[in-house]
């Protein structure tokens, strides 16, 4: 809700155009549900990518036989298992990081979440919330099981 | 503004206003009376009922009537009540229509009927398409079941497995029934998904941010999220399997390069994730009830949410947990364990919510209550057996054992079925304004925890003796006899526990108490409305500022003052058409105001049409294939069909400049945005699961292309992509010309998009038309041919959308302002091109890689 008068920015999915005339097709702008979104589920999304790439590899280099498989032989499939791992793991914990900041960035007041919150505005504050704090939970849940998925290829070739 | 309110209230916490326009607006949201109306229907009530008793439906036909007579043949050893043949088509009419067909549309049922209502909205974003997806659902259904009128049951399992479903080992119709029977009824459930994320992400009340939505709405998030990605690979997989079956293709057959795991895949993709897409909402319900059943808001919302996004993302990584013995690397053995293992962290953490409210809270003892504890107790055994089998070595022993099936059943009964009786429980009152019997509800429930636990837990230990699964009958001296017997009894104990809550149902409608509009003393919005709520549900939109409206806010439509202007704005504006709200996704701040669609035959008409191509191919005679295709683009067209807005675009403006909110009276321009990406992503998914069969069957082939095929030539797919490309940033241009006020110029980018998609297309088939081998020659060339006819469907929708587009648009019927259409089909082409050029890319380059 916006103050008809006040400039629209061009993020905000409020209204379409300055003086009120939408332009249909921009109404659904909103980068604040975007950032949102990324955040949040950006933990568990590198998990899904590391555990997709690594088994497809390993499918490949351990149980193909397909021209131009070579490539895949062993130890390449543990190399780059534990590599990728490596790199998820990182990522996850910057998802963490990134996500942690957010949460820990709110002016301190009473979380949007908190159900005693009566008064005050009716959206979300741009930075923390229970989104935020979601979204570091995932990000470090996806840090043990990045680890877990990818670790047993210390010991296992194929 | 509605001045004259007054109170629709009973029962405890706030009660919603009730404007003179009240009555108005509901007529405005209901549907026309008679048949007529039954066939047009959209309202969202209707339809959630609808697919809900469909379900039940189900269930009794092939839940219940199955499994009693499988029970009967296997209570006594070396039984012949049922042959052979006949006990495997009941465990595979069993497992199949449980799966597809009962706790599916349940909880797409519950979903349609209860989302406008608890998140605070009036209807669901496409009501048609909510109709269409009932109609498939109920069609697919009766398709499938109509195999048992030819006596062709199917017969393989509910999974299906090749090579035997494959045209060698099944070659009548019955597999035939079951791949098509489904392939509807799968269409059907993915419509729904894409209503239900829209409707949740982009329909919910004022002020509902994602973190005050009910956890149910959450769960049926996540759960339409994994229809979308788990369904789209088994619509795929089914079919290539009748492709095999119908028309001589070689993708499961390993003598000519096709495998028969890669059914598996494209099955276990689906098949582990449907698994929690069935427990997802049944979490949901649980985490709804027990709040208000113990007097203590849920412990750990913010966990709890987290779970169930990890359980979303974790359950499409434990696929080929069912495929441990079948001989996959063990490196790849200990992705899946460690996954399967994972997942019983974010389950534990929602467990641990539910007890610390539990703990937390004072019970009030009503019949959800009682189904929601007996759901904790019968879970919990069902996800530490699903522990133990995520272990490789202690699957390979239990594998096809009597113990997998008493843990599918733990988690499916316990897991499943009690969160859908107490949701039923629960819910009853608000939409039939009567009270389920408490003493009947009882019974309900003790029948059914005792009958669960004494027909399933035996089989855990007739299983680790070694009782293999889907066996007909069994030794005498095999020492199984005793377990058997008493899980056949406890079916007994099962069935009336089933019959007391029909009675129930059918005794309440009649003369049950009269419920108020919140007889439990609920927290969420639907506890705010009338029981049973009006067509429209809200009259004035209710004004969300906490998690637990009920409990916490002394008014629904108190906030913000312009906020509230806006509400009681729209309760007493336009009264000439359907008005629902568009929210932020994230901040749910009124983001647009549009016309919901009403009542049309047309998604009856499409769905015809789609079922007519399955039941054409089920009995072979494809030249009704066209004629039906045919039918689902009338369908679609006239679905789609544009009507003068129903006002002026003065008149939008006006309402803009009072309140701040975009007018879009001609239809929404976020939720057809929002549908035509979840359309692109669900074209995107099926692409993806044919790159991946591709990419599998290179990998099983020593030779690729196999001998004797050359290398295709580069020069046309290279032409016709290019094309394809050019097209695409001709379309952009007409969007740019329409925006600018340019109809000339608009409607020639238009036409020459067309003439250049038409080009591109047409040098692609010639090259495809001159190539040497066939779809039948080896599974290269039916991977081949499948995934080049898949792209040209792909083509043609986009082509019927701009052949419609240019028509409209030399009608004059886009404007600067109303041109929305053109910029969804220009996504849609985009990704189209993007998804051509990657595809033609793979097959023509792929023989080259190596």
Not at chain 2, 8 to 35: I, Q, R, W, Y
Not at chain 2, 57 to 66: A, Q, W
Not at chain 2, 363 to 372: D, G
Not at chain 2, 461 to 482: C, E, H, K, N, Q
Request: aromatic residues 14%; contains cysteine; negative net charge.
């Amino acid at each position: 809700m916006t103050d008809p008068q006040e400039p629209v920015p061009v993020s905000d999915g409020g209204r379409t155009a300055p003086g009120g005339t939408p332009y249909a097709v921009d109404v659904s702008r909103d980068r604040l549900a975007r950032l949102t979104w990324v955040a949040f589920l950006g933990g568990p999304a590198t998990w899904l990518a590391h555990f997709m790439l690594v088994y497809l590899v390993v499918e490949a280099g351990c149980s193909g036989s397909g021209p131009g498989l070579r490539l895949f032989n062993s130890p390449v499939p543990s190399t780059v298992t534990l590599v990728s791992t490596a790199l998820a793991a990182v990522a996850t914990l910057g998802f963490a990081r990134w996500s942690y900041r957010s949460w820990a960035a709110g002016d301190g007041g009473p979380a949007a979440d908190d159900a005693t919150e009566l008064s005050g505005p009716v959206a979300d504050r741009e930075h923390g919330g229970t989104m935020a704090f979601a979204g570091f939970l995932l990000s470090l849940f996806s840090f043990v099981a990045v680890l877990f998925l990818g670790l047993p290829a210390l010991v296992l070739e194929c | 503004m509605s001045d004259a309110v007054v109170s629709a209230g009973s029962g405890p916490g706030p009660s919603v206003e009730k404007p003179l326009t009240h009555d108005e607006l509901n007529d405005l949201f209901a549907d026309p009376p008679g048949l007529w109306g039954q066939l047009t229907g959209v309202q969202n009530d209707k339809l959630g009922t609808r697919l809900m008793l469909t379900g039940f439906f189900f269930l009794l036909l092939g839940g219940s009537f199955d499994s009693v007579l499988m029970r009967l043949q296997l209570a006594v050893p070396e039984n012949d009540l049922v042959s052979a043949e006949l006990y495997n088509e009941l465990f595979t009419n069993h497992g199949t229509v449980v799966m597809f067909l009962v706790i599916l549309p349940i909880f797409e049922g519950f979903a349609i009927l209860l989302l406008p209502l608890l998140l605070g909205t009036r209807e669901m974003p496409f009501p048609r398409l909510g109709a269409f997806s009932y109609w498939t659902v109920l069609f697919g259904g009766l398709l499938y079941y109509s195999s048992t009128l030819f006596q062709l049951v199917p017969n393989a399992g509910w999974f299906a497995y090749t090579p035997l479903s494959g045209p060698t080992y099944s070659p009548d119709l019955a597999l035939d029934f079951w791949v098509l029977g489904l392939g509807v009824a799968e269409v059907g459930a993915i419509a729904a998904a894409i209503e239900i994320i829209i409707g949740i992400l982009k329909m919910r009340a004022p002020g509902m941010t994602l973190s005050r939505m009910p956890m149910f709405a959450w769960a049926l998030l996540v759960f339409s999220f994994m229809i979308l990605f788990a369904f789209t690979p088994l619509i795929i997989g089914s079919l290539l399997l009748e492709l095999d079956r119908g028309f001589g293709t070689e993708f499961f057959n390993p003598a000519q390069g096709g495998s028969s795991l890669l059914w598996q895949h494209l099955f276990w993709i689906f098949g582990h994730p449907e698994v929690y897409i069935q427990f997802l909402p049944a979490t949901g319900v649980v985490s709804m009830i027990l709040p208000v059943f113990m007097r203590k808001r849920i412990v750990g919302y913010t966990w709890m949410v987290s779970a169930l996004v990890a359980i979303g993302f974790l359950s499409f990584g434990l696929w080929a947990h069912h495929m441990f013995a079948v001989g996959l690397p063990p490196l790849v053995l200990s992705f899946f364990a460690a996954a399967s293992m994972l997942i019983a962290v974010p389950a534990g953490v929602q467990f641990v919510g539910w007890l610390a409210t539990i703990w937390a809270g004072r019970a009030v003892w009503k019949t959800p209550l009682f189904f929601v504890v007996g759901f904790l107790v019968i879970f919990v055994i069902g996800g530490i057996t699903g522990v133990m089998v995520a272990a490789v070595p202690f699957d390979l022993q239990a594998h096809d054992s009597y113990f997998v099936v008493a843990h599918l059943h733990y988690v499916l009964l316990g897991g499943v079925a009690f969160p859908i009786f107490a949701g039923v429980y629960y819910w009853f009152p608000k939409f039939t304004g009567k009270m389920l019997d408490e003493r009947l509800g009882r019974w309900n429930f003790w029948l059914l925890f005792v009958g669960v636990n004494v027909t399933f837990f035996p089989m855990h230990i007739a299983g680790l003796m070694g009782m293999p699964r889907r066996v007909y009958t069994y030794s005498r001296d095999a020492g199984w006899d005793t377990y058997n017997l008493i899980s056949t009894i406890g079916v007994f104990v099962i069935v009336p526990g089933i019959a007391v809550f029909i009675w129930n149902v059918i005794r309440s409608i009649r003369r049950g108490e009269p419920a108020g509009n919140n007889p439990w003393g609920g927290d969420t919005l639907e506890w705010a409305t009338t029981s049973p709520p009006s067509e429209h549900g809200w009259s004035v939109l209710p004004i969300v500022r906490s998690r637990h409206p009920m409990w916490d806010q002394d008014e629904l439509h108190r906030g913000d003052e312009r906020l509230e202007r806006f509400v009681h704005g729209l309760a007493a504006w336009p009264l000439r058409w359907r008005a629902a709200v568009i929210v932020g996704t994230a901040d749910a701040r009124p983001q647009e105001v549009f016309r919901v669609a009403d009542p049309s035959i047309w998604p009856l008409v499409t769905a015809c049409g789609v079922v007519l191509i399955f039941i054409a191919e089920l009995i072979k005679v494809r030249w009704v294939i066209a004629g039906a295709v045919l039918l689902v683009i009338v369908g679609a067209v006239g679905w789609n069909w544009p009507q003068e807005p129903p006002m002026t675009v003065e008149e939008e403006d006006a309402f803009e400049q009072e309140h701040g909110v975009a007018v879009n009276a001609g239809g929404s321009v976020v939720v057809a945005t929002w549908g035509m990406g979840l359309g692109i992503l669900f074209v995107g998914i099926a692409f993806a699961s044919l790159l991946l069969s591709y990419f599998y069957l290179r990998l099983v082939n020593p030779a690729w292309p196999p001998p004797g095929i050359a290398e295709p030539g580069l020069i046309p797919p290279i032409l016709g992509a290019a094309v394809l490309i050019v097209s695409g940033r001709v379309l952009f241009t007409a969007l740019h010309r329409v925006r600018a006020g340019d109809q000339g110029g608009f409607i020639a980018a238009l036409l020459g998009t067309l003439v250049l998609a038409i080009a591109g297309a047409g040098i692609q088939i010639r090259d495809l038309a001159a190539l040497e081998f066939g779809g039948t020659t080896h599974a290269y060339g039916s991977i081949f041919f499948t995934l080049a006819g898949f792209l040209l469907v792909v083509w043609l929708a986009g082509a019927v959308m701009l052949s419609v587009a240019l028509y409209w648009a030399i009608r004059g019927m886009y404007t600067t302002r109303r041109h929305a259409t053109v910029a969804n089909i220009a996504r849609f082409w985009t990704a189209a091109v993007a998804y051509w050029v990657a595809g033609f890319g793979t097959l023509y380059l792929g023989p080259y890689l190596t």
